[in-house]
């Protein structure tokens, strides 16, 4: 057995390879995101997801913003290496 493969084979297999976090990682963060957009409407509240009538209040157009944000975090991370 040739040693200088071997040793290469090794090294390779124990440098960790940087991968792209992909769809679950995806799926996670958007999971969490809606679930503090679910306790920031509750904090105000409303329920998540039933349309109000009329005007929106101010509380319900923060909890957009906020979930507006975190969904654009998401969108980074599933772009991002992965280590």
């Known amino acids: 057995m040739n040693f200088k493969s071997l040793a290469l084979f090794l090294t390779a297999a124990a440098v960790p390879q940087a991968v792209v976090a992909g769809p679950i990682a995806y799926a996670i963060c958007q999971t969490g995101c809606n679930c ?5 409407y509750s904090a105000a509240g409303f329920t998540f997801g039933v349309p109000i009538p009329g ?3 101010a509380a319900i157009m923060a909890c957009n913003a906020g979930l507006g944000t975190c969904m654009a975090a998401c969108a980074a991370i599933a772009f ?3 280590p």
């Open 36 to 40: 503090l957009a679910v306790a920031c």
């Open 55 to 57: 005007v929106t209040p």
């Open 80 to 82: 991002g290496p992965t």
